[in-house]
Structures are given as C-alpha cells and as structure tokens.
C-alpha cells in the first residue's frame, strides 16, 4: 500500500447555522467512515493564513496554491486513492480535490 495526499481547494466552507454545520461535519464523517482503515491522517482544514517563499527568498503574504485542507490515506494505487477521493464532501460546494503520491523515503 501506498500513501497518498488529498489536498483540497475550494469549496463552501463551513456553514453559518448550528444545523447546516452538522449536516457537513456528518457528511465528512461518513466519508471517513467509509474509508475505514485506509485514512492514515484526517488532516485538517487551513485557517487562511499563508505565506509563499519564492526561489530568490522572498516572502509574501498568501500561498501559490488555493488550499483549503489536506486528508492523508493508503490505497493500491493512485486510481484507487483517487476513487476514494470522489466520494469528498468537499467536492459537495464547488471544491476540487487533487491527489498526490507520497514519496516513502
């Protein structure tokens, strides 16, 4: 098995009623869930907060990519990893989710 990063960007957010947040944290939980022992790390969503470093040093505010939250799993392949991630709540509000080999050194 391998290990694979789901990186996603975009998407709704979180929503503003009590209610409609449930509603998105159960339908995380149930692609988890779903996903059983497959999920190395549910990750996290980004807070917004960024900085990107370019080749020369220089720091500036905001990042070269639109992230908004990373999921780490294992699977077979990378179809497979990407198979998994069709079921993201986030796709759900308009987000996208790329899917990356981990490099195991």
Known sequence: ???YIFLYSGGSGMPETEEAQAA??????AWY???GEAVVDGGNPFSGVA???ASDGT???GAAFAG?????VSAESADAAAT???GCPVLQGGGTVSVF???AL
């Open 33 to 35: 869930g779903g996903m």
């Open 1 to 3: 098995m391998t290990n």
């Open 59 to 61: 720091i500036s505010d």
């Open 101 to 103: 080999e981990i490099y």
């Open 68 to 72: 908004s939250g990373y999921t780490i």
């Open 24 to 29: 998105v944290m159960a339908a995380w939980g």
């Open 51 to 53: 900085k990107t470093v």
């Open 84 to 86: 998994m991630a069709q």
